[in-house]
């Protein structure tokens, strides 16, 4: 599917959130989740590929472009929206169940941002679990930010242990989840979820920077942490692009 060495951007491609009442709210991924660490990764001149499962266009939480939710910051809202706009990459991801040995071979990173899909789709993907173990077995870098870190529980629950049991990680933590408007309604908390699967779960004040690493897997807490999380990634990276990015 590509024969240039990539950075994989995984994003959700699920449409809704379903609560614990069962009722469903319109979800995607987070724009600040991916912005900033798409224009830092491009910063570095490696090729950038997105996927999804399935290869469905991934959709943007239109919470995270509303000015209410980043402080009433007009400026940021279009300055996302217009970023968002522009990824063209967004209309036609790469299927990743149909990712070859080829292509997992030639990538060599794996950066997962947040928003609410994740904890949907990416936390039961049997593509995401063959991902990340090939990630874990050639040494390939891999970071989540925020609700993204659910991506590492569809490497649990099967008859492998998952290789990230007993690793440091962080994500949008109990508290910040407990200060949003689906208080008591968050079909699980990932903070709990993670503990129970046997992660060693870090995290720092509520929305603040706050980013863990550990030998096998990099993750931030919150979209505060894009930024500091996706420099760790790229110290992790191969020091030389062998193909400039787009």
Known sequence: MTT?????????????????????VATGFWAEELVIPWQMLRETEWRLQ???PGGVPPLVDAESLDPAT???????AAYLCAAVRQMTDLRAPLDLDALTGNDLDTLIGVFIPGGNGPLMDLCQA??????LRHCVSAAKPIATLCHGTAALLATGGGAD??????????????AEESATSL???????LEDRLRQEGFRVSTGAPWQSHIATDRLILSGQNPASAAALTH???QRLPNTPTHKGK
Do not use: H, M
């Not at 240039?4 to 469903?24: C, H, K, M, W």
């Not at 980043?70 to 940021?76: I, Q, R, S, V």
């Not at 208080?183 to 699980?188: A, D, K, N, S």
């Open 232 to 234: 760790a990634f790229i």
């Open 183 to 189: 208080t008591g309604r968050w079909p699980y908390t």
């Open 161 to 174: 242990r998952s290789p990230f049991c007993g690793q440091r990680v962080t994500c949008f933590s109990a």
């Open 126 to 131: 049997p593509g995401v679990d063959r991902l």
């Open 4 to 24: 240039q060495p990539f950075v994989l951007i995984l994003l959700s491609a699920a449409p809704y959130l379903r609560l614990n009442d069962g009722t469903e």
């Open 50 to 52: 997105i996927a999804t």
């Open 70 to 76: 980043l402080g009433g910051d007009y400026n940021k």
